[in-house]
């Protein structure tokens, strides 16, 4: 699998970890910054109310999908819960040219799934302080019944022991210092991507 272009100053950051571990909290304030870009997955399942095609996800069709999948559109796909997504690759190879960093934002099986096929990027696994205030976050969140929390903080433990796979690991206890951290990491601090440095 090829890797973005490497003389760019732009790279690929995968923002990874349990559900319920604050990786949609730390995006969303990543992206408040315009040069990071969201990557936009494409999947085939219905359109949820609310989200709109080209926002959420590329809404397609099982055989438009499959025929992207022939093409070599995708930089990585998966089959999730019955459903096909993918993770496009022009739009990461535009971004990576552009001096941007292509923020994919992935559960841990995606994440190890794009390390294996060599996708060269920063991979950070977010880590929750502990299993009870995993707990207490996802109850909190309250999107989830209790059965799906129950089976979410069962795989929790298992994704745990991934976390040492990844380029870095950003404890959220305190969600400012946990940021800042990430922004650190990232280059983003001092109002210079990392790549550009180099
Ligand atoms: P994920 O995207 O990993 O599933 P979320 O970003 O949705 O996780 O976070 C889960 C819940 O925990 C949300 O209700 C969020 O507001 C809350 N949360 C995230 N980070 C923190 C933090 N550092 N301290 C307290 N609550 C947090
Ligand atoms: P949902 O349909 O609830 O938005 O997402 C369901 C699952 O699909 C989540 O676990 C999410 O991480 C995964 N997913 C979303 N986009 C992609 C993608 O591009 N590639 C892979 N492998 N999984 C994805």
Same mark, same amino acid.
């Given at each position: 699998?090829?890797? &973005?272009?490497?003389?760019?100053?732009?790279?690929?950051?995968?923002?990874?970890?349990?559900?319920?571990?604050? $990786?949609?909290?730390?995006? $969303?304030?990543?992206?408040? +910054?315009?040069?990071?870009?969201?990557?936009?997955?494409?999947?085939?399942?219905?359109?949820?109310?609310?989200?709109? +095609?080209?926002?959420?996800?590329?809404?397609?069709?099982?055989?438009?999908?499959?025929?992207?999948?022939?093409?070599? %559109?995708?930089? =990585?796909? #998966?089959?999730?819960?019955? @459903?096909?997504?993918?993770?496009?690759?022009?739009?990461?190879?535009?971004?990576?040219?552009?001096? !941007? /960093?292509?923020?994919?934002?992935? %559960? *841990?099986?995606? #994440?190890?799934?794009? $390390?294996?096929?060599? *996708? =060269?990027?920063?991979?950070?696994?977010?880590? &929750?302080?502990?299993?009870?205030?995993?707990?207490?976050?996802?109850?909190?969140?309250?999107? %989830?019944?209790?059965?799906? /929390?129950?089976?979410?903080? $069962? !795989?929790? #433990?298992? =994704?745990?022991?991934?976390?040492?796979?990844? +380029? #870095?690991? /950003?404890? @959220?206890? @305190?969600?400012?210092?946990?940021?800042?951290?990430?922004?650190?990491?990232?280059?983003?601090? @001092?109002?210079?991507?990392?790549?550009?440095?180099?």
């Amino acid at each position: 699998m090829s890797a &973005p272009e490497a003389t760019s100053s732009g790279r690929m950051l995968v923002i990874s970890g349990p559900s319920g571990c604050g $990786k949609s909290t730390l995006c $969303k304030r990543l992206l408040e +910054d315009d040069r990071v870009e969201f990557s936009i997955s494409a999947t085939t399942r219905p359109m949820r109310e609310g989200e709109t +095609d080209g926002r959420e996800y590329h809404f397609l069709d099982a055989d438009r999908f499959r025929e992207r999948v022939e093409a070599g %559109d995708f930089v =990585e796909w #998966a089959e999730v819960h019955g @459903n096909l997504y993918g993770t496009l690759r022009a739009p990461l190879d535009r971004a990576v040219a552009d001096g !941007k /960093i292509f923020l994919i934002e992935i %559960d *841990v099986q995606g #994440a190890l799934q794009l $390390k294996a096929l060599e *996708v =060269e990027g920063l991979y950070v696994f977010i880590s &929750p302080p502990s299993a009870e205030v995993l707990r207490a976050r996802l109850e909190g969140r309250a999107t %989830d019944s209790q059965p799906v /929390i129950e089976r979410r903080l $069962k !795989k929790a #433990a298992d =994704e745990m022991l991934e976390a040492h796979r990844y +380029d #870095a690991t /950003i404890l @959220n206890d @305190n969600l400012d210092r946990a940021f800042a951290e990430l922004q650190g990491l990232v280059g983003l601090s @001092n109002g210079c991507p990392q790549g550009e440095a180099r």
